[in-house]
């Protein structure tokens, strides 16, 4: 990367810097940037990288390098925050919450409108951590996309303890804490499940006590939700509809069509076997 001079530094050419070690202009006007150009210059960075070099200089007192120019370059990778905020300035402008609508006006498709909805939803003070221009402490829109069904469960918001700011912050902890209880931000995909379980199995009580442990707790694993009851309730579920299609299938077989097809037979065999066993131990269960 080329620095320039300033207040009489002298500038010495074409330099490596990490991306973590730089900040943004702080009097750099555009906070925003067209979604457009912006998709165009990712496109250009993936197939053959930066080609000109970031233009920076050292804030002594900050003991950084700031940009001066080049800072779309850098911050490509915020798109989805801003163009949440300019979403929601143009719901503001015309009245108008319709996906269809607002993806016509901007040109984005409705799946990323309702990403930008999701974002919009949270405070103030998340939606700035995804704006933060160090990017240690910048958070992903990924992070709060994937959280958004567990604290808008129908359940889990009626909960007596749920405090949703709380809930969130805790989550933002132990995503970011050394024992990473939550590894990656699809594990908010597999508390959803845990929840959707127990809800099936009618377990919801003793759901909201661990939900409860787990977020109060940093070190508190996700597996510490999952209910056995709840998750063989599942597991039952999914083997019955594979069952009931086994039996339709079987049902509707041409005996006389496929009478010389050995192998197929002996397998059916085989499994009436498997199943009247399955069917004994069960029997004797009872």
Same mark, same amino acid.
């Given at each position: ?5 300033? #207040? ?12 973590? &070690? ?6 750099? /006007? ?19 990288? +930066? ?9 002594? *007192?900050?003991? =950084?390098?700031?940009?001066? @120019? ?53 405070? *103030? &003070? ?8 160090? /990017? ?8 709060? +996309? &994937? ?16 405090? &949703? ?36 199995? =009618? ?7 661990? #939900? ?37 299938? +079987? ?17 059916? @065999? ?17």
């Amino acid at each position: 990367m080329s620095t320039e001079p300033n #207040l009489g530094t002298q500038a010495i050419g074409v330099k490596k810097l990490r991306t973590d &070690e730089l900040s943004p202009n702080p009097h750099n /006007p555009r906070y925003l940037f067209d979604k457009k150009p912006m998709d165009v210059l990712r496109d250009s960075i993936r197939r053959v990288g +930066i080609l000109v070099p970031l233009t920076v200089y050292f804030d002594s *007192r900050r003991k =950084r390098h700031v940009i001066l @120019d080049g800072q779309r370059r850098w911050r490509e990778d915020w798109e989805l925050m801003p163009t949440a905020l300019k979403v929601e300035l143009l719901m503001k402008e015309l009245k108008d919450r319709n996906d269809a609508r607002l993806a016509e006006l901007t040109g984005l498709n409705v799946a990323v409108i309702t990403r930008c909805k999701k974002l919009l939803s949270y405070d *103030r &003070e998340f939606q700035d951590l995804m704006l933060d221009p160090d /990017p240690q402490k910048r958070v992903k829109a990924d992070f709060f +996309i &994937e959280l958004y069904p567990v604290i808008h469960d129908r359940d889990v918001s009626k909960f007596d303890w749920f405090k &949703e700011k709380r809930f969130i912050r805790q989550m933002l902890t132990k995503y970011n804490d050394e024992s990473k209880t939550i590894k990656a931000v699809t594990d908010f995909r597999l508390i959803k499940q845990h929840i959707t379980n127990a809800r099936k199995a =009618r377990q919801l009580r003793r759901l909201s006590e661990r #939900l409860k442990r787990f977020v109060a707790e940093i070190t508190v694993p996700i597996s510490h939700l999952e209910i056995a009851s709840a998750s063989a309730h599942a597991e039952a579920r999914v083997l019955t509809r594979k069952v009931v299609a086994l039996e339709h299938l +079987i049902g509707e077989l041409d005996v006389e069509q496929l009478y010389g097809e050995e192998e197929l037979w002996k397998a059916m @065999d085989r499994l009436l076997g498997v199943i009247q066993r399955a069917l004994r131990k069960a029997e004797k269960r009872r």
